[in-house]
T-cell receptor
Framework: DQQVKQNSPSLSVQEGRISILNCDYTNSMFDYFLWYKKYPAEGPTFLISISSIKDKNEDGRFTVFLNKSAKHLSLHIVPSQPGDSAVYFCAASGGTSYGKLTFGQGTILTVHP | GAVVSQHPSWVICKSGTSVKIECRSLDFQATTMFWYRQFPKQSLMLMATSNEGSKATYEQGVEKDKFLINHASLTLSTLTVTSAHPEDSSFYIC????????????FGPGTRLLVL
């Protein structure tokens, strides 16, 4: 039962353009969402998070949007840089899984110079 | 801030031996730490939740006698893979949740285990 889904295994973007990474969830009890960036053979690095009481959170080049009615969130990276190339995981917590994170499968982002 | 370390980063061992992995929160106190494993090209799968001073809580399907977890202090949790077998070869990652911040987990760099 995949409660958090990232349906795009990969995304390729030109440097300077916007990268949009998407994530869907099925558990309506989730109330906190996070995005992590991960390089091979390294642990995930926290990027940005959003609580369900908000619909947008911005931090520098990173913005996360949450659409609760659609159970959908997205991460926007503007402008994209080659150093952003990595695997991006969305994660969710809340309800009976409070404190635990449920991860999506990840999306490989490649930013071309 | 919020740095988590893991040791060792790489370990190769013979089948049947036990391996201990340490997870430390370097600049904050963590009452709760989490242990994950990741298989190639797959997502992170939570193995267990480690609570300081109490027994760990294991996820369904994870053998508690095989994966021993000890959380002796607010900055250290250890995972011991007992009688390791080749199918235990994986990437093990810990995370820690800072006191007062119940939502965000900060991850260690991971430990690659190869059992021959």
């Amino acid at each position: 039962d995949q409660q958090v889904k990232q349906n795009s295994p990969s995304l390729s973007v030109q440097e300077g353009r916007i990268s949009i990474l998407n994530c869907d969830y099925t558990n309506s009890m989730f109330d906190y969402f996070l995005w992590y960036k991960k390089y091979p053979a390294e642990g995930p690095t926290f990027l940005i998070s959003i609580s369900s009481i908000k619909d947008k959170n911005e931090d520098g080049r990173f913005t996360v949007f949450l659409n609760k009615s659609a159970k959908h969130l997205s991460l926007h990276i503007v402008p994209s840089q080659p150093g952003d190339s990595a695997v991006y995981f969305c994660a969710a917590s809340g309800g009976t899984s409070y404190g635990k994170l449920t991860f999506g499968q990840g999306t490989i982002l490649t930013v071309h110079p | 801030g919020a740095v988590v370390s893991q040791h060792p980063s790489w370990v190769i061992c013979k089948s049947g031996t036990s391996v201990k992995i340490e997870c430390r929160s370097l600049d904050f106190q963590a009452t709760t730490m989490f242990w994950y494993r990741q298989f190639p090209k797959q997502s992170l799968m939570l193995m267990a939740t480690s609570n300081e001073g109490s027994k760990a809580t294991y996820e369904q399907g994870v053998e508690k006698d095989k994966f021993l977890i000890n959380h002796a202090s607010l900055t250290l949790s250890t995972l011991t893979v007992t009688s390791a077998h080749p199918e235990d070869s994986s990437f093990y990652i810990c995370s820690a949740r800072e006191l007062g911040n119940q939502e965000t987990q900060y991850f260690g760099p991971g430990t690659r285990l190869l059992v021959l």
